[in-house]
């Protein structure tokens, strides 16, 4: 059974290309590395913003979730899209068009803090993630075709360790950045002019920070750009993009669409609420900016899992380990919601390590035996992570209804039926079509 990195590598050269040899470029390995590590942290303040919104609008718990479901939109809408941009400007002209479409969300950070409405911000979130799903289209299938097909897979591992790293330290820098500048005087005390004042006042160092990553990613852009004749593509034009979307009749691997959707909308779901649940006096008690600082340990906990996962699956069956890994985050979460304290903060931080190998164990296991349409398959499982769109402001609403550690019910949910799916496709053998 493959991992998730020799299925993209297996589908990049099915479906586009730049020959079958790769390309010896360690420059454009190391930009390639970079990337991961961008669209990886600047996902994971979401974290960080998400209670600093809630404050200053004094929103929901659903209502703060919309946050996520602005960002994860952006997949379902612009995945086969973002493809479809691939096929006819390559790859390095489509990643440069993608990081600058990522400034443009930074940029807009500014026009929604001036006009103080939490719409607006959605808005610049949902652009942003536009252009990180253009990058993120381009990054699994390129770094596979930056060195020889055989060492594909080890490269697509270190790439995502770094997307693990940027998730592990944008939280804590954002957290002493914008949650640790959360004035005494609370917006819900306020009202009018005095309102709209506020909310400009505190939303700058969220515009600090976003303005700080737009020059970031214009500099990266520019060298993207300077180096989009390196690579010599040879891109399939043929069919619909769309097409792909028959492969969802294959029992299996809609099953694996389902997950990816599952799995998604569960992390993001569990990570947006960390800091409010570490705030409450049942847990640690903490104040916004110290909780902040607890998130890297949820995402840190995914890169962990991610080096010694990758041995379990090499020592057994994909599907048992996955079952394993989703039974391990339900029994956190019971025990997260049922006791007080430490106990209760540190296991919900520890789902983290759990989460760590169900991405890549569910697209292997979803992409099995799609052969040449590997490539197709994995547009359609990119566009399955809209899950982040949607299971976050579910659980926000029950939340609101019946209290954060109710709530977890609805992550545990998702990682049963994703136990299911391992168990499901443990045994299954599939010839490539």
């Not at 440069?96 to 610049?124: E, K, N, Q, R, W």
């Not at 390196?230 to 769309?242: I, W």
């Not at 402001?393 to 049963?416: E, K, M, S």
């Amino acid at each position: 059974m493959q991992v998730s990195g020799s299925t993209a590598a297996d589908g990049a050269r099915a479906g586009v290309g730049a020959g079958d040899q790769g390309v010896d470029a360690p420059d454009l390995r190391l930009f390639v590395f970079a990337l991961f590590f961008i669209f990886g942290g600047i996902t994971s303040l979401n974290d960080v913003i998400i209670p600093k919104l809630k404050e200053l609008f004094t929103l929901s718990y659903a209502q703060a979730l919309l946050v996520q479901s602005a960002f994860f939109a952006a997949y379902f809408l612009f995945s086969i899209p973002g493809a479809a941009i691939v096929r006819k400007a390559g790859y390095m002209r489509t990643a440069a068009i993608g990081l600058l479409v990522m400034m443009v969300g930074c940029l807009l950070f500014v026009p929604a803090s001036a006009m103080g409405t939490f719409g607006v911000f959605l808005g610049a979130l949902f652009v942003l993630a536009a252009g990180i799903t253009i990058v993120q289209v381009v990054a699994n299938p390129l770094i596979s075709l930056l060195g020889p097909p055989a060492t594909a897979s080890s490269r697509l591992t270190f790439a995502q360790a770094f997307n693990s790293l940027g998730t592990t330290l944008f939280p804590y820098i954002g957290s002493i950045v914008i949650l640790g500048s959360l004035a005494k005087v609370k917006a819900a005390d306020l009202q009018g002019a005095a309102l709209a004042a506020y909310r400009v006042a505190e939303s700058r160092t969220v515009v600090h920070t976003y303005l700080g990553l737009a020059v970031a990613l214009a500099l990266v852009a520019a060298v993207v750009w300077m180096r989009r004749n390196r690579l010599r593509e040879a891109q399939d034009q043929t069919g619909s993009m769309f097409h792909a979307f028959t492969l969802l009749r294959q029992p299996r691997f809609a099953f694996g669409a389902l997950c990816i959707f599952l799995y998604v909308g569960a992390e993001v779901a569990i990570g947006s609420l960390i800091v409010s649940y570490l705030e409450q006096a049942s847990t640690l008690g903490l104040d916004a900016e110290s909780a902040g600082k607890h998130v890297p340990f949820y995402w840190g906990g995914a890169l962990i899992g991610r080096f010694v996962g990758s041995l379990l699956l090499r020592l057994a069956a994909p599907g048992k380990v996955l079952a394993g890994f989703a039974l391990g985050a339900i029994v956190l979460i019971l025990v997260s919601a049922n006791t007080a304290g430490a106990v209760s903060a540190w296991s919900l931080l520890a789902i983290g390590l759990c989460n760590s190998i169900m991405f890549p164990a569910i697209f292997s296991l979803a992409s099995a035996g799609l052969g040449a349409r590997a490539a197709e398959g994995s547009g359609v499982l990119a566009t399955a992570i809209v899950g982040g769109a949607i299971i976050p402001p579910l659980t926000g609403h029950v939340a609101d209804l019946a209290g954060l550690q109710i709530a977890l019910t609805l992550p545990a949910l998702c990682y049963c039926v994703i136990a299911g799916f391992g168990l499901y496709a443990r045994k299954q053998v599939f010839k490539d079509n």
